[in-house]
Structures are given as structure tokens and as C-alpha cells.
Nanobody
Framework: VQLQASGGGLVQPGGPLRLSCTAS????????IGWFRQAPGKEREGVIC????????YYADSDKGRFTISRDNAKNTVYLQMHSLKPEDTAVYYC??????????????????WGQGTQVTVSS
């Protein structure tokens, strides 16, 4: 099972962008789903996680108020809605499925089914 992130692209600073995460052979509603990003020359970091009951967990304070996560169970898709994008948000964004129905702010482990990420570039 692999998850596929899509929807990336070039966006101007301050603009919005919505990423999608889909999967074949896996029912996303049964798992917590997380978004991660990796900027050039940096380690991958957690962005946000969504539990099966709809609770969002932010891994970075800088994303609070700008990023939201949601899911459409009928479409087996999880979305990352990003607003007020900054150049420092430039990264490859990945989604992954957690071996749990819930997220933990203090534990970013347990994620599997990483797929190809999607490039987000914030630049004027």
C-alpha cells in the first residue's frame, strides 16, 4: 500500500494551496493520516496529523492558523489546506498512514506507506 500526495506547485507568498492524499488498497478513514515535509538540505519534519475521530495535531507551531487537515471518506482522500504560504514552506510534502487511529503531538513515529511526495514551491 502506498499513499500518493498530489496538488503541489508554484505559489506566490501569501497564497493558498491544497494538497491531496489518496491511496489504493487502503481505507484511509481507518487510520490516522499525517502530512510531512522535507525542505532542501533539511530533515523531514511533521506538519500535521488527523485522527480517525477528526482531531488535528500540529507538529509545528508555525503552521497553526495557516494549515488545516481534513478528510473526505467517500473519496478516500485526506487534504492539507495551506494558507498564507511563506517561502520557508517550500518543500516536498508527503502523506503517510499511522499504525494507529490516533495522533500524538510528542510522537511522530509509526507512520508507514510513504509514497512519492509533491513539490511545493513558494516564490514570487
Amino acid at each position: 500500500v502506498q499513499l500518493q500526495a498530489s496538488g503541489g506547485g508554484l505559489v506566490q507568498p501569501g497564497g493558498p494551496l491544497r494538497l491531496s492524499c489518496t491511496a489504493s488498497g487502503s481505507t484511509l478513514p481507518n487510520y490516522a493520516i499525517g502530512w510531512f515535509r522535507q525542505a532542501p538540505g533539511k530533515e523531514r519534519e511533521g506538519v500535521i496529523c488527523l485522527s480517525v475521530v477528526g482531531d488535528s495535531t500540529y507538529y509545528a507551531d508555525s503552521d497553526k492558523g495557516r494549515f488545516t487537515i481534513s478528510r473526505d471518506n467517500a473519496k478516500n482522500t485526506v487534504y492539507l489546506q495551506m494558507h498564507s504560504l511563506k517561502p520557508e514552506d517550500t518543500a516536498v510534502y508527503y502523506c503517510a498512514r499511522r499504525r494507529s487511529r490516533f495522533c500524538s503531538q510528542y510522537d511522530q513515529t509509526g507512520f508507514t506507506s510513504w509514497g512519492q511526495g509533491t513539490q511545493v514551491t513558494v516564490s514570487s
